[in-house]
RNA sequence: GCCACCGUAGCUCAGCUGGUAGAGCAGACGAUUCGUAAUCGUCCGGUCGAGGGUUCGAAUCCCUCCGGUGGCUCCA
């Protein structure tokens, strides 16, 4: 068994292969198997509902949609039914057909299906595909058919229904999701569904999911007794239990120390600022939705920071700064708040107050390919400690919008290109995915269960060094326009926590375990001997305690190895005897016996490597 | 914010079509002193998310709000 890291299957940095393998898979059977489906299931809410009105149903990883637009709400039985039918279709063998047609065809034939239409226009204009996506050329109109069921589609398919396993399908769950993903176009609703090749690998991937649920950051959090979030404090507000604010502790100190050993300066500002400082910095124009509303004070208007930037800002230009005081390095644990739509609140994922670890970094032109250099290094160093290794990068560029000289942008991106080659992290390039003040490089991984989120961000800013009138003094004697570089490695420390939790499961390593090691006495006359124990256990460092309820050991045991905690010390009579500790581990292994120096060495050694 | 579902003891959950609440775990107390994942017993614990309505009567039905979950949208 070992520890108990979890490997992360689709947790790569996006190599070119894997590209490849992408694009495979939109050639690959099961994807055929799955855009299948998704015509079946139409088909069967069809029957269902004659006067429903189809939108799309692609293939997506581990399965497809479809979306509806349908006279009530669907419920769970109605899904359940839907399936069954599903399966009757699929077991009659019918072919699918294709068929070119032309747009007048396709639209007498979909005269009943506006979205259908929508689409048909899109496409012959040359304009847009099913996502609305542009197109580069005229595509061929063409229908898939099976049974009784016709559907606009470019394919492909399956040769006929007998290749998709009636026992390797399933309907999941039904959700809204607007026409076309704008939110000003209807609600219509999702029926999310997925398929296999065969009733072994469904079920193996249903099995993935319960796993995943398993290691959900929210409920660790509530086993382990972390953090919570509670209603009358306020939806996206976290409070960090005495065990989850250890963790963050100990991760604060390690950043607090890295910083300060590579040159970083430690700065501390206020949560408000007034609503003219907002205005300078543009906040109020470009993040306003963001923002919590303003608070008045003596008829005065102040914001609590959605960011840190504009503070730190203000330091800077608390003094005329010298070509020779650059580059400077400010860091700051930032803590910020944003107003976030109800909906989008998730755990410590996605919350409304969270504390950055925030850095910004000034400096002249010629120091800027270095100090991108420094701050990727630097930023995989600390995320390496913490026991990841991949992520996906994502370099994303100059946007159609934009602000600043082009020539700084094109200095700017291809600093940060050049780091990632140097530093051979592989990395998918966002061309016009920047921001409109700066290009930057997001670093991301995945939760457990798929789900993308946002870690590290290094990003520049041509904007507020201008809001600002940032200057330096050049060698030349003139003032000169600072770079100015935003980072965050850990991104929030509330995310980073929900992260590492479900990277590790909780079994954190012992370096970051909030409790280390119990001393689990057998019988009530081995207490004073633990509790001796516990402290050498303290005096060498070491977060400890001895369990002494009335309790079998057994139940010890079970009680450790539920909290996760990293070393079990069993004392009884044999081990007072010979001055020992019984180490058990959480995976389950049993070293035994072992004097308590030994115990403390093998322990020292672990935290020291970050295991 | 939008769509759907959900909200019963600290936690996990039962409580059918309306007749004012129950289990396990946790907790407290007591007994037990035990060699690698749950010792036994007793007790405590809920104005059923909040407010309003329908009804002789609401945890059960309706409305509004708050919160959560899954999606959508957003994510400087």
Redesign the pocket.
Known sequence: MGREFFVWENFVILSEEKMAAKEKYEESELFRIRHSAAHVMAQAVLEKFPGAKIAIGPAIDDGF?YDFDLPR????EDLVEIEDRMRQIIRGKFPFVRKEISAEEARKLFRDQPYKLELIDGLESGGFDENGEPLNEKPILSTFSHDTFTDLCRGPHVKDTSEIDPEAIKL???????W????KRP?L??I?GTAWYNKEEMEQYLWKLEEAKRR?H??IG??LDLFS?V?EV???LILWHPKGAMIRKITEDFWMSEHERSGYQFVYTPHIGKASLWET???LN??K??MFSPLDIEGQQYYLK??NCPFHIHIYKSQLRSYRDLPLRYAEKGTVY?Y????????LM?VRGFTQDDAHHFCREDQMPHEIDFVLEFSLNILRAFGFNDFKAYLSTKPAKS?GDPARWKAAEAALEASLKRYGVEYELDEGGG????PKI?LKINDA?G??W?LS?I?F?F??PECFDMNYIGEDGLPHRPYMVHRALLGSMERFFGILIEHYAGAFPVWLSPIQAVVI??????LDYAKKVVESLKSAGLRAYADE???????K???A??QKIPY?L????????NNQV???L?S?E?P??MALEAFLDKARQEIAKKI
């Open positions: 949609y709400p669907l419920t769970p999941m769950s039904v959700a809204g999701a607007y076309r993903g704008d939110e609600m609703q999702r999310y959900d929210r409920k509530r086993d979030i209603d306020g939806a996206g910095s543009g906040h470009f993040f939705e963001n959605p960011m944003r976030e739509r109800s909906g989008v609140l998730h755990g996605r602000e921001a409109f003040y700066g997001d269960i789900r993308e946002q961000t990003q800013d904007n507020e006495p057998i019988a009530d006359r081995h309820r009335s309790e079998r050991m057994n139940a045991i079970r009680d190895q539920n079990m069993v004392v009884g009579d044999k081990e007072i005897e019984a180490l058990r959480r389950g049993n035994g016996p």
